[in-house]
């Protein structure tokens, strides 16, 4: 069997899944899907409960200020070619 004659048996494999695919999702898409009934259990799951009530104690103020960074004693000399 010539290389040709795989890569020909070899597309036409894919042509014909792809078709069989596309043919059976066409005809499944037709159809209109039926709802979903819930039963009491479950949307009795889906109520809303009470909420907790949830009690934070006051954070105490901090009137201290933050100090200043510390001053660079020797700056960074940069003649800007990158040296």
Known sequence: MTPLMKTFLGLCGV????????????????????????TAEQKAELAPGPQPVVVTQPQPKVDAEIPPPPADDDPDLEDGNGS
């Open 15 to 38: 042509a014909l899944l792809v078709g069989g695919t596309v043919s059976l999702r066409s005809r499944h898409h037709d159809e209109q899907p039926q709802p979903m009934q819930l």
